[in-house]
């Protein structure tokens, strides 16, 4: 069982930045792939960043366009996410997703996640 918490969210003007984090309960944490995933209202989940068990390897959804940076710290339990030049349309909550997966694949559905946060909200202000 793994515990997902993000935190780091909030209220920032367009063009600033925030740094998610998720600490995860355990100590197999690397043996998860873990994925960031966002919800704006009225819309469903979907897919933003992703980074495999020792953070070598990261993929992300063509929106991010370079402005977001996922990467992890095993001995912490943690996974992050940069998010530079902010802008209105990302404001949504940002939830980190666990995958017990034994190899890379960088096409999975957020129904195929193991463990899920609770979310941390971030709004973007113009």
């Known amino acids: 069982q793994v515990q997902l918490v993000e935190s780091g969210g909030g209220l920032v003007q367009a063009g600033g930045s925030l740094r998610l984090s998720c600490a995860a309960s355990?100590?197999?944490?690397?043996?998860?792939?873990m994925g960031w995933f966002r919800q704006a209202p009225g819309k469903e989940r979907e897919f933003v960043a992703l980074?495999?068990?020792?953070?070598?390897?990261?993929y992300y959804a063509d929106f991010v366009k370079g402005r977001f940076t996922i990467s992890r710290d095993n001995a912490k339990n943690t996974v992050y996410l940069q998010m530079n030049s902010l802008k209105p349309e990302v404001t949504a909550v940002y939830y980190c997703?666990?995958?017990?997966?034994?190899?890379?694949?960088?096409?999975?559905?957020?129904?195929?996640?193991?463990?899920w946060g609770q979310g941390t909200r971030v709004t973007v202000s113009s």
């Open positions: 997703a666990a995958d017990r997966a034994w190899t890379w694949d960088t096409g999975k559905t957020l129904y195929e996640y193991d463990y």
């Open positions: 980074i495999n068990w020792g953070g070598s390897d990261t």
């Open positions: 355990g100590r197999t944490f690397s043996s998860y792939v």
